[in-house]
């Protein structure tokens, strides 16, 4: 089982529609999440961790559900700039690395 | 500004030729990664450091070395043992292992095997 999945997509969806993708982790013993945007050909760059309590910054919010242990990122009035492949990430407990997932690739049309 | 910096951005590669990538750190983060990533699959772990001359192996070590005798750079060589590395190639740092301020990367190579 992979560490880390994700819904491939793509999700199309209007200019503001509202969008969210969930992300599905296999370890318990997970301690840090983030979502990182990936442009096609470009590099992954942060978007947003995600804290215990949800958090939110600007039209993003970031849940986390330890008890069924996924993640999810939720969009508001979705900008064409915000299409993209939003990745996954984990990085467990006393681990030097992080996990990515696959990525959800989003198309915002006009 | 700090930053982490890969070159080239794009490199070409002749069989049984070994290439090195270079990436560069001025954040002063002790750990660094290298990353492979093959169109619409996610990344892939080849080897890690998280200090100045050690590094371990991650997940698709075969092929690839890597040294760490500074702590802004952490260059990998593809060998002429990896025998599928045409792929987007990423290099990444973080303040220091199990962070919890994630990961910054490098803006990429692009490695074509010709």
């Known amino acids: 089982r992979k560490e880390v999945e994700q819904d491939p997509g793509p999700f199309n969806v209007p200019e503001g529609a509202t969008v969210a993708f969930n992300c599905t982790y296999s370890n318990s013993a997970s301690q840090s999440f983030f979502w990182y945007r990936q442009d096609c050909r470009k590099e992954p760059k942060l978007l947003m961790s995600v804290y215990s309590s949800g958090n939110e910054d600007g039209r993003f919010t970031a849940q986390l559900n330890r008890a069924s242990q996924y993640i999810s990122l939720l969009i508001r009035d979705s900008k064409l700039s915000d299409s993209a492949t939003y990745l996954c990430?984990?990085?467990?407990?006393?681990?030097?690395?992080?996990?990515f997932g696959s990525g959800t690739k989003l198309n915002v049309k006009p | 500004d700090g930053g982490i910096t890969q070159s080239p951005k794009y490199l070409f590669r002749k069989e049984g030729q070994n290439v090195t990538l270079s990436c560069e750190q001025n954040?002063?983060?002790?750990?660094m990664y290298w990353y492979r990533q093959d169109p619409g699959q996610g990344l892939r772990l080849i080897y890690y450091?998280?200090?100045?001359?050690?590094?371990q192996k991650g997940d698709i070590a075969e092929g690839y070395s890597v040294s760490r005798e500074k702590k802004e750079s952490f260059p990998l060589t593809v060998t002429s043992a990896q025998k599928n590395p045409t792929a987007f190639y990423l290099c990444a740092s973080s303040v220091q292992q199990g962070s919890n301020y994630g990961y910054t990367f490098g803006s990429g190579t692009r490695l074509t095997v010709v």
């Open positions: 990430v984990v990085n467990r407990r006393n681990f030097n690395k992080f996990y």
């Open positions: 954040l002063n983060h002790d750990a």
């Open positions: 450091s998280q200090i100045v001359n050690d590094f």
